[in-house]
């Protein structure tokens, strides 16, 4: 008689463990997949830099801010691991005919999605280099840039998405006379291409 108890138990237990596994396997299998294909987004932005250079070899804030445009190309690999490439030509509202134009690339990291705003903020550390042109044309430099920032995403549709704001700290440790800081924001759409 115990036998005959114990043998529906075990047959219940193992029933309901085995449709408990199937049902968590078929709920992480789509999701995982689905975040851990390659992505790629391109985008354009419109940036307002102060470019920390007014003139006569000295790093402070200049009288005008640069706009410029710019391109950016977002490689997704995983879920919190993103490389994030961009160039700005920070080139209108010159002050002396002082400009900036940066080509950077490095980690990108979400940091949460929000799903009822379809907004992901982040943050990212890029290196490269700045080209520079200096005040009356009289000289040009390429120096190494390395920047900190961050922003937010927004989903508007399955391939379009809204840049509203990305904020980056540059530095130029190897500019002429000491380290040159410039900083600003940048503003933009991107379409996802796959």
């Known amino acids: 008689m115990f036998h005959v108890q114990i043998k529906p138990f075990i047959f219940v237990a193992i029933a309901c463990l085995f449709t408990a596994g199937t ?90 999605e929000f799903r009822f705003m379809h907004a992901t903020p982040y943050g990212k550390f890029l290196i490269g280099m700045t080209n520079m042109n200096f005040e009356y044309d009289y000289a040009y430099g390429r120096f190494t840039t390395v920047a900190y920032g961050g922003g937010v995403d927004l989903k508007l549709s399955k391939r379009l998405s809204y840049r509203p704001v990305d904020f980056e700290y540059q530095q130029m440790p190897n500019w002429v006379r000491g380290t040159l800081s410039p900083y600003g924001f940048s503003t933009g759409f991107g379409y996802r291409i796959f």
Do not use: C
């Not at 961009?86 to 010159?94: L, V």
């Open 23 to 112: 049902v968590t396997t078929q709920a992480q299998v789509a999701p995982s997949a689905r975040r851990g294909q390659l992505a790629i987004t391109a985008g354009g932005m419109f940036s307002a830099f102060q470019p920390d250079y007014a003139g006569n070899g000295i790093a402070k804030a200049g009288p005008n801010e640069l706009f410029g445009i710019g391109a950016y190309v977002d490689v997704h690999l995983r879920r919190w691991v993103e490389v994030e490439a961009e160039g700005r030509w920070n080139r209108f509202n010159e002050y002396l005919s002082i400009s900036q134009d940066n080509y950077l690339i490095g980690p990108k990291v979400p940091i949460h």
